[in-house]
């Protein structure tokens, strides 16, 4: 009685062709993929390191990215280069306004008070416009402010009111060196 009944590896083969429907058919083989591709993740997901960056503003967590990426052979391309770019820009008008304000609020006098014009110049940009959409300011805007912006930075009244940055909060310069 027992030669007439099918094997399990013949049902595994018959059963999915022969009792179901061509639409059941499929869904069963597109749960298997979806299994297989769950599988996948799963083994990617264990080997992800994951890690929580706290800090308050300005503190170094997307520099330590940055160096970590790096560290690890993944050094930016020229395209990311072009992108910072215009970050950088927009820190370098930001971080000059912050130092012509303190050296004022300091009481520190301009060592070239021809600077003044050129302090008040860049006082007078709006980090709130258009041209610093999305924190970035564009090349030819900033070439606009560079001969300023030289300037003052060879100012000893500025470079004072560096010196005393622990004074103030000086958002992305603390890296600079003086020349």
Known sequence: MADFLPTRSMLKVCLPTCLLNAGEADQIRKSKEIDRNLSREKTYVKRLVKILLLGAGESGKSTFLKQMRIIHGQDF????????????????????????????????????????????RVMAFDTRSAKMANGQLEMLVFLQYAK???????????????????????????????R
């Open 77 to 120: 391309d020229q395209q990311a280069r072009e992108d910072f770019k215009g970050t950088i820009y927009s820190n370098v008008i930001k971080g000059m306004r912050v130092l012509v304000d303190a050296r004022e609020k300091l009481h520190i006098p301009w060592g070239d008070e021809n600077n003044q014009q050129h302090g008040d």
């Open 148 to 178: 300023a912006l030289k300037a003052l930075w060879a100012d000893s009244g500025i470079q004072n009111a560096y010196d005393r940055r622990r004074e103030f909060q000086l958002v992305g310069l603390t890296r600079l060196k003086r």
